[in-house]
Antibody, heavy 117, light 111 residues
Framework: EVQLVESGGGLVQPGGSLRLSCAAS????????MHWVRQATGKGLEWVST???????YYPGSVKGRFTISRENAKNSLYLQMNNLRAGDTAVYYC???????????WGQGTMVTVSS | QSALTQPPSASGSPGQSVTISCIGT?????????VSWYQQHPGKVPKVMIY???KRPSGVPARFSGSKSGNTASLTVSGLQAEDEADYYC???????????FGGGTKLTVL
């Protein structure tokens, strides 16, 4: 079955760190760019980061310098290292497979990250 | 970066057509034919309905269509059905600096 399964979410204090993981299966993971997209409760979708097939990375200004996306093709896995977390980072984080035009054609079920003291 | 601009709500009666707009700039919507649209039902994962402005993935009904004029993209849902009631998000590639932008979302109500 073609799927993405995230893990690693949880409750963390402001200023803390968390590492999210995403396990891909059912497709050739190394052939795809991958995104992380987040959604705060009751809010819209927000792009968090992208990693290309060659390891090139992209971030919006809101997380640049705090978040690091990486991939391990041998393990069909995507990661998001999140440091210096803020209350505004509280959201469901989705792992997502990108099409050549950067649309998302496959989403994970999401993992909840809560930043609170 | 600024999000793409969508109306917060739209509505129509069953069988009618409704169009949702997505306003960007020449650096995103207007600069690339890489606009996509997503449908999200409450508590569910988003689903791509349109990609590359007007292409429909396999399995998406032909009632859903996309277009673009200048810096504005549009999603049209024809022959509205009750199951079309959902949140809809547009997205665009925005170059190597901003990469991906999303709209704020439009809640579509089928009256």
């Amino acid at each position: 079955e073609v799927q993405l399964v995230e893990s690693g979410g949880g409750l963390v204090q402001p200023g803390g760190s968390l590492r999210l993981s995403c396990a891909a299966s059912g497709f050739t993971f190394s052939n795809y760019d991958m995104h992380w997209v987040r959604q705060a409760t009751g809010k819209g979708l927000e792009w968090v980061s992208t990693i290309g097939t060659t390891g090139d990375t992209y971030y919006p200004g809101s997380v640049k310098g705090r978040f690091t996306i990486s991939r391990e093709n041998a393990k069909n896995s995507l990661y998001l290292q999140m440091n210096n977390l803020r209350a505004g980072d509280t959201a469901v984080y989705y792992c997502a497979r990108a099409t050549p035009s950067n649309a998302v054609d496959l989403w994970g079920q999401g993992t909840m990250v809560t930043v609170s003291s | 970066q600024s999000a793409l601009t969508q109306p917060p709500s739209a509505s129509g009666s069953p069988g009618q057509s409704v169009t949702i707009s997505c306003i960007g700039t020449s650096s995103d919507v207007g600069g690339y034919n890489y606009v996509s649209w997503y449908q999200q039902h409450p508590g569910k994962v988003p689903k791509v309905m349109i990609y590359e402005v007007s292409k429909r993935p396999s399995g998406v009904p032909a009632r859903f269509s996309g277009s673009k004029s200048g810096n504005t993209a549009s999603l049209t849902v024809s022959g509205l059905q009750a199951e079309d009631e959902a949140d809809y998000y547009c997205s665009s590639y925005a170059g190597s600096n901003n990469f991906v932008l999303f709209g704020g979302g439009t809640k579509l109500t089928v009256l």
